[in-house]
């Protein structure tokens, strides 16, 4: 259980440090709020876009608008993939990528275990 008594931007920017962390990338200053830099988190393929709950919650709407605008943006900055990471409130990051991806995702870990369709 997460404290109250902390803002809602100190458990974003705790989420987007985590994230940073785990995919080896940065942290964009000020959420991206910039007219060069977007998203939350970057990496060399990557534009992150982080929403996280202050307290756990058992449900995450997720607006489509956000994952128009990650995609957008990443285009912008030549990144070629993009990503929503949603945090429950529980400190586990959960990471939303389209199908495009999955397929490729899927490819490489079938190449990985030996597996062939």
């Given at each position: 259980?997460?404290?109250k008594?902390?803002?809602t931007r100190?458990y ?11 995919v080896g990338?940065k942290?964009?200053a000020n959420?991206?709020a910039?007219?060069?830099?977007k998203g ?12 996280t ?5 058992d449900?995450f709407?997720?607006?489509h ?39 490729e ?5 079938r ?5 062939h369709?």
């Open positions: 259980m997460r404290p008594n902390f803002s100190y974003s920017s705790k989420q987007e440090k985590k994230i940073a962390k785990a990338g942290q964009v959420s991206g910039t007219a060069f830099s939350d988190v970057r990496n060399d393929l990557f534009l992150l876009e982080a929403k709950h202050t307290e756990f919650k449900s709407s997720i607006k608008s956000w994952i128009d605008k990650n995609r957008e943006e990443a285009f912008q900055m030549g990144k070629r993939y993009s990503a929503l990471v949603v945090d429950f409130g529980d400190g586990e990051n959960h990471y939303l990528i389209d199908e495009r991806l999955f397929l995702l899927l490819e490489h870990l190449e990985v275990n030996n597996e369709t």
